[in-house]
């Protein structure tokens, strides 16, 4: 096995014993790949790029992370039903939240 895989495996084991889903850091990762380019991100855009995730799955993750203020809904004045998904109020504390688990990976140096 590389070091790489070994790296990759290590770097998600927390997760096993996490609050956080390892769907949910996938949606996040997917988020600021689409912000980092600038890009305004909406609620299909998320479906569409995440295709190993059932469309009401990440339906379901989305509404719950906008219950929980990590990310939040915004809409133009021209089309009310567009809804682009912005950081929230705890969406710093949700990365940092991942950013710990990250923290007690055993990483080996490549």
């Known amino acids: 096995m590389t070091k790489r895989i070994i ?3 290590e770097a998600i084991a927390p997760l ?3 609050s ?3 769907e949910d850091v996938m949606i996040v990762s997917f988020l600021e790949n689409r912000w980092s380019k600038e890009k305004m991100v909406q609620v299909n855009d998320i ?3 995440i ?3 059932s469309s009401s799955s990440i339906h379901r993750r989305l509404r ?3 219950m929980s203020h990590i990310l939040k809904y915004t809409s133009t004045d021209n089309d009310w039903r567009v809804r682009y998904i912005q950081k929230g109020k705890k969406y710093a504390a949700h990365l940092k ?3 710990k688990l990250y923290d007690g990976a055993q990483l080996q140096k490549l």
């Open 20 to 22: 956080i889903d390892l």
């Open 64 to 66: 719950r992370m906008r």
């Open 47 to 49: 479906i569409e790029g």
């Open 51 to 53: 295709t190993n995730i």
């Open 97 to 99: 939240e991942i950013e």
């Open 7 to 9: 790296n990759f495996l």
């Open 16 to 18: 096993a014993k996490s």
